[in-house]
């Protein structure tokens, strides 16, 4: 839990609140915002847990702390504050909603409420972590950086000028990334860009740049001396402070800060004179490799020339030395540890937490779901036993028959089981992948930003679509196969030629990330689901919103129109189905089974079942005639992340996070095999006209299989065959 901190604050003296009818304060344009209780406050203001009356949602509201309301300067600071933030559109920069300022004259803004734990707070209780873990938190840091350091525009009111500003955000620390659970593990998200320093390019704002703002521990050299020309290699240095103390535990100057108090004095003259130990040379730190020492230290030097120039440079060179790097994971003490995210935000003073039970239920619903997958495997091996005492073939729990010797088609059998092709060039994981009708094209979205389009006969790069802002999560084909549309954690959807890579156009009304994008069998609208809790159905042609669906209750992850395009089903983090009729936008259904977030639906072929993956660990087949679960399958060890029919409708596909896909013989209930090629979350899956099959995990690769789901139907008979 987020600690709730003691604060003089007169909690029922902010000025221009009033109270409602249950004794709370409102404040806001017709009082929107009820707030709950103070959850912090900085050196900028306080932060209150809120509640948003119009949404019914709980956000965070910051208002400038009173004894500063008056002073211009500091006024002027919340007001940049507020624009900069803002305009940073990013998954991994907290969000802001809304603004204003009270009939006092007070500034406020509201931000996301965030459930999860600050990196401070995690390496409170695991003081090491893995190289993985390190690169997977530190590169989505890098993400957002990434976008505040290329600058965002701003429009002068008065003037109607534009300005380009570069944001640097001179107060990283472990207290400010704050790790937001997800399907995919931890989304990582940069807080409190307040202090940020801000570089104009075409005038310098020197009232804002003359004060020291930030923290000792983790401040650059330059930044201590009061440079008023601070760069984006100020963050990168206190990036690898925190690299180097959440490898070893330990600072890079030998002052065992965590036992120890260090006075600010120290601090000063470690950034400017003391010399870094070297990574390697701390307890239990010869296993991490020299690339990796060399990524970290080279952010650790005295002068910002001598580092990495920009935190794209850093995230790739540190994805480099862990993909090297032979030990990726350090031993793990009694606790369990959330797993890392790939490749989709506040601090004490800016971010407030759920409360216990909300924390104690997930963790209850992580053990049951575990608890399941343990005693699943003890009957399993129960079974086994059983069997071997009464000398009953152990065929069906072997992926390959125990033959003496195996015919000539057999072994083809089984060598088809591998993929023919495997496509690199994403440079972070791949999101989403699917074939064009005619399966000879493939296309994948990536962490990295891009959309690229190849040939599935040759594995040779076709394209690569550059524009969106953030990572695509999700892309799609037109049945004729000269569009394609990808969805992007930067709230966008775009439109690009198939055979040109021009741009058609971009489509904008999202109020937060998009996770699916779909467009419909005849070519007219496109369906789209975001994670502002609604799904979209646009004008393919237009552009235009032809309709808002809302009935989910948190993001929505997926959205697939039926074979016929009349219906259109939906799942999303409050673990439901839905269907929709896509005429009237009327909710017809709401499907109720799945214990966790529901990630991934898909109809089958004919549009008579639905098959639906959940974060609960299980596949579910739905008949659409009575809205019946038909079949659960539940041999996944982890979270579902991926679910699709055969062209044919005869087998179900589901990818997950346990790193394996699964295929199943969904109408006899029966598991035909588990592919372990991925290395990597699993977290697309697509098939073909002919058999054909293509996969994309976190590693990032992509994978395309052929005549798989046919080999696993005649391998199959031949076994039992066999054993007959």
């Not at 600071?77 to 559109?89: G, M, Y």
């Not at 003073?349 to 992580?366: C, D, G, H, P």
Request: negative net charge; contains cysteine; aromatic residues 8%.
């Amino acid at each position: 839990m987020f600690p709730i901190k003691s604060s003089p604050y007169n909690f029922h003296s902010i000025p221009s609140a009033q109270s409602s009818p249950s004794g709370s304060l409102c404040i806001g344009e017709e009082n929107r915002y009820r707030l709950e209780q103070q959850l912090g406050e900085g050196g900028m203001g306080h932060v209150f847990l809120a509640t948003d009356k119009r949404l019914n949602k709980p956000v965070a509201f910051k208002l400038l702390r009173e004894s500063l309301a008056d002073d211009r300067s500091m006024r002027i600071r919340f007001d940049w504050e507020l624009k900069i933030c803002a305009s940073l559109k990013s998954e991994h920069i907290v969000q802001v909603s809304d603004y204003g300022i009270t009939e006092g004259g007070y500034p406020f803004y509201i931000m996301e409420y965030l459930e999860g734990e600050t990196l401070a707070q995690r390496l409170k209780y695991t003081p090491r972590l893995s190289p993985e873990e390190t690169c997977l938190i530190i590169s989505q840091v890098c993400a957002g950086l990434e976008l505040a350091h290329d600058g965002v525009t701003l429009v002068d009111e008065a003037t109607g000028e534009t300005q380009t500003i570069k944001v640097v955000h001179r107060d990283l620390k472990p207290q400010n990334i704050f790790l937001v659970p997800t399907a995919l593990g931890d989304l990582v998200k940069v807080i409190d860009f307040g202090i940020a320093k801000i570089r104009n390019l075409q005038a310098e704002h020197t009232s804002l740049t003359n004060m020291f703002l930030g923290t000792c521990h983790y401040a650059a050299p330059e930044q201590l001396e009061g440079s008023q020309n601070l760069d984006a290699r100020a963050d990168i240095y206190s990036l690898g402070l925190m690299l180097y103390e959440m490898l070893t535990g330990v600072d890079p100057f030998g002052f065992n800060f965590r036992e120890n108090r260090v006075s600010v004095e120290s601090w000063l003259f470690a950034h400017a004179s003391k010399t870094p130990l070297p990574l390697r040379s701390q307890p239990n730190c010869d296993h991490l490799s020299e690339t990796l020492e060399a990524v970290v230290m080279g952010c650790l030097n005295k002068s910002p020339d001598d580092r990495f120039s920009s935190v794209r440079e850093l995230s790739e060179a540190l994805s480099s030395a862990i993909s090297l790097d032979p030990a990726k994971q350090l031993p793990q003490g009694n606790h369990n540890k959330p797993l890392p995210n790939p490749s989709i935000a506040l601090d004490q003073e800016t971010v407030s937490m759920a409360n216990n039970s909300q924390a104690t239920q997930r963790k209850t619903s992580n053990l049951t779901r575990s608890s399941g997958f343990a005693i699943k495997w003890g009957q399993c091996l129960l079974f086994t036993l059983v069997t071997l005492i009464l000398g009953i073939g152990m065929a069906r729990f072997v992926r390959t028959p125990i033959t003496p010797s195996l015919t000539e088609e057999k072994e083809e059998e089984i060598n088809a089981l591998h993929p023919t092709t495997t496509l690199t060039g994403h440079r972070n994981g791949v999101w989403s992948v699917v074939l064009s009708s005619n399966g000879k094209l493939a296309v994948s979205g990536g962490e990295d930003k891009t959309v690229r389009v190849w040939n599935t006969e040759t594995g040779s790069l076709l394209q690569t679509f550059s524009g969106h802002g953030d990572g695509v999560r999700s892309v799609t084909v037109s049945h004729d196969g000269n569009v394609i549309a990808s969805a992007s954690a930067d709230q966008t959807i775009k439109l690009w030629n198939t055979a040109t890579g021009e741009l058609i156009r971009t489509l904008t009304a999202h109020q937060d990330s998009l996770w699916s994008v779909e467009i419909s069998p005849d070519q007219q609208i496109i369906a789209s689901a975001s994670a502002d809790e609604t799904i979209k159905l646009w004008n393919m042609a237009t552009a235009e919103v032809i309709r808002t669906l809302r009935g989910h209750s948190g993001w929505v992850f997926s959205a697939t129109f039926s074979p016929d395009g009349k219906r259109l089903a939906s799942g999303g983090k409050d673990g439901t189905v839905k269907l929709w009729d896509v005429q009237t936008g009327q909710m017809l259904q709401t499907l109720s089974d799945h214990q966790d977030a529901v990630r991934s639906v898909a109809f089958s072929p004919d549009g008579n079942y639905l098959a639906s993956g959940s974060w609960d660990g299980t596949v579910k087949v739905w008949e659409m005639a009575t809205g019946k679960v038909l079949s659960t399958f539940s041999e996944h060890s982890d979270r579902i992340v991926a679910v699709t029919f055969s062209r044919d409708g005869q087998r179900l596909v589901s990818g997950s996070i346990d790193e394996t896909l699964q295929v199943w013989d969904w109408q006899n209930q029966r598991l035909l095999d588990t592919l372990t090629d991925h290395r990597d979350w699993v977290l697309s899956v697509a098939t073909g006209p002919s058999g054909e099959m293509i996969s994309s995990s976190r590693q990032p690769t992509i994978k395309i299989w052929r005549g798989l789901i046919e080999s696993h139907s005649r391998q199959r008979r031949q076994e039992v065959d066999f054993w007959n």
